[in-house]
């Protein structure tokens, strides 16, 4: 009775949202966007063996994660090759500098302004980041043999191709953020990883004849993807109290009033993946440069690509997987101290009159809120760990390897889908209808 009443209220709560014009102009920008998106991530650039270039996306994570970013467009080697990436980097990069440079400190207390002028500086920061990826990309292509060579000026134009397609994609992202439905720049990740579906279905019928493993995978993916809903809306409510004054009649009167700071369990999301990957990637880059060649004795080299190679199985694969949770874990607390750094909750409490109860303004209450976020990320960054293994531990339990489980684009999904969600139920909250959630 109760999954009926739920079912009811989610089409009446869809049947309200396409039934108000502006809402559904919003929708429908949004979709034609997207749409704008998928046709240019199919536009191909020259010079590139497709057989070669999906043998090396399947076998470097690190490249599977930007291809995750870029919607599929990297592994086609199109305009649209480095995605949204750059952009990602840039932001990470402005967020971890504004902390520790005091002119960015000054220019981000300017409140809009400051916002806005840190945002045109992570987008000149975007270009280079861009140009650099890209010129990036073709070395790496053209070591590996997935691309021929190519003519100096050739790679000019294949480079600002490249740098041109990202900065579209944004300006894409921006025009959803500004006229659509929800984070314009998530939504084209989400849109990416929506698409890429298709091809692990197919890759599902592929390995039918072995139903015991395929059954294993599809109970592991489902209880991954209730696991990251269940931590990514896990916080915890701090209770504060404002003290508000009135002026009646020529005398002051003190008002109270109460509510919380929701601390989030994982606030970090997923960019303490994307770090330890990156840098797990590192080590086996560089060695494959020094490595001997195939059927010659290993040197030292060598080993340091098996032991770095994600695909490698146990026991050696075990120092690979002990590392990557280790730094899973270690960039998650480094991260979210940062964030937390930023928001400078205590604060901001004291400008605004509010104090939480039981504990002292000022000090007291930013060594308080400062012992809660630790805690709090402890957990969070042990889920993240645990998430960041589950594709190893499903490989090896199922020994399927045409199918991953691929914990980046679970939590990006995810989040992406709540966010957009709760956009929906505020607007649909204030128009007095009944939203999507309870």
């Known amino acids: 009775m109760q999954r009926k009443e739920n079912q009811s209220r989610l089409v009446q709560a869809m049947k309200d949202v396409f039934s108000l014009p502006d809402l559904r102009q919003k929708i429908l920008f949004t979709l034609g966007v997207l749409v704008v998106f998928r046709f240019i991530a199919h536009i191909p650039l020259p010079g590139v063996d497709i057989d070669a270039l999906q043998q090396l996306f399947e076998q470097n994570q690190i490249l599977g994660m930007l291809d995750l970013f870029s919607g599929g467009a990297m ?40 916002q806005r002028r840190i945002n045109r500086i992570t987008h000149l920061l975007t270009v280079p980041l861009a140009t650099v990826s890209g010129y990036g990309q073709i070395a790496l292509l053209r070591s590996q043999m997935a691309i021929g060579q190519v003519e100096p000026l050739t790679v000019v134009v294949i480079v600002t191709s490249l740098t041109a397609g990202t900065v579209f994609l944004v300006w894409l992202g921006e025009l959803i953020t500004e006229r659509g439905i929800g984070n314009g720049i998530s939504m084209i990740i989400f849109a990416g990883i929506i698409a890429s579906l298709p091809d692990m279905i197919g890759r599902g019928f592929l390995i039918k004849e072995d139903p015991i493993g395929l059954a294993v995978f599809i109970i592991v993916a489902v209880a991954t993807l209730v696991l990251i809903v269940v931590f990514t809306e896990a916080h915890r409510r701090i209770p504060v109290q404002y003290a508000r004054g009135t002026i009646r009649g020529g005398r002051m009167y003190r008002q109270s009033g109460s509510t919380y700071i929701p601390l989030r369990v994982n606030t970090a999301g997923m960019i303490p993946l994307i770090f330890a990957i990156a840098l797990m990637t590192f080590p086996g880059t560089i060695a494959s440069y020094f490595a001997s060649p195939v059927g010659h004795d290993p040197n030292l080299a060598s080993n340091i690509m098996r032991i770095f190679n994600p695909q490698v199985a146990l026991p050696l694969g075990l120092i690979y997987r002990s590392l990557y949770f280790t730094l899973v874990i270690g960039f998650a607390f480094f991260y979210t101290m940062v964030i937390f750094e930023q928001m400078n909750l205590p604060q901001s409490l004291k400008q605004q009159g509010g104090f939480i109860p ?8 930013a060594e308080y809120l400062n012992r809660v976020i630790k805690h709090l990320t402890f957990g969070g960054a042990l889920f993240l760990a645990v998430v960041a293994l589950i594709p190893f531990l499903v490989r090896d339990i199922t020994g399927i390897t045409a199918l991953t489980i691929r914990s980046t684009a679970m939590l990006i999904a995810v989040g992406v889908a709540l966010d957009t969600m709760k956009q929906l139920e505020s607007q649909l909250t204030m128009r007095r209808y009944e939203g999507f959630l309870k």
């Open 358 to 365: 039981g504990v002292r303004p000022g000090k007291a209450t």
């Open 75 to 114: 592994k086609r080697f199109s305009v649209a090759a480095l995605g949204v990436y750059p952009y990602i980097t840039a932001s990470i990069i402005m967020q971890l500098l504004v902390p520790v440079i005091p002119a960015l400190q000054n220019i981000a207390r300017e409140g809009e302004s400051g």
